[in-house]
């Protein structure tokens, strides 16, 4: 079973930075394919950018490619989200998850993953 603590998360105003940061304990950290999501009120949680285990390519969505990066540590047991060029369609609760064997046509959708984060807001002024 893998726990997750969140950190980073907090107000800016649009065109800044913050770092989401996810710890893991218990589990096997680095066999796990990892992945950030977000949501908003009344919309479905969305995949923002995820690795692969076993991959180094990370996966950004359309949306943030360019602006989000994401990596992970294992010998930290923690993955990361730098978050550069913020606007305000950025606002949302911030998940990280994880999870084993996960095919490639899911690697984007949230059910396939068993570990959530509990979430962490960031929220973007304009």
């Known amino acids: 079973q893998v726990q997750f603590q969140e950190s980073g998360g907090g107000l800016v105003q649009a065109g800044g930075s913050l770092r989401l940061s996810c710890v893991a304990s218990g589990g096997s950290f680095r066999s796990y394919t990892v992945a950030w999501f977000r949501q908003t009120p009344g919309k479905e949680r969305e995949f923002v950018a995820g690795?692969?285990?076993?991959?180094?390519?990370?996966y950004h969505a359309d949306s943030v490619k360019g602006r989000f990066t994401i990596s992970r540590d294992n010998a930290k047991n923690t993955m990361y989200l730098q978050m550069n060029s913020l606007k305000p369609d950025d606002t949302g609760l911030y998940y990280c998850?994880?999870?084993?064997?996960?095919?490639?046509?899911?690697?984007?959708?949230?059910?396939?993953?068993?570990?959530w984060g509990q979430g962490t807001q960031v929220t973007v002024s304009s």
């Open positions: 998850a994880a999870g084993g064997r996960i095919i490639l046509s899911q690697f984007r959708v949230p059910r396939a993953y068993d570990y």
């Open positions: 690795l692969r285990y076993g991959n180094s390519n990370p």
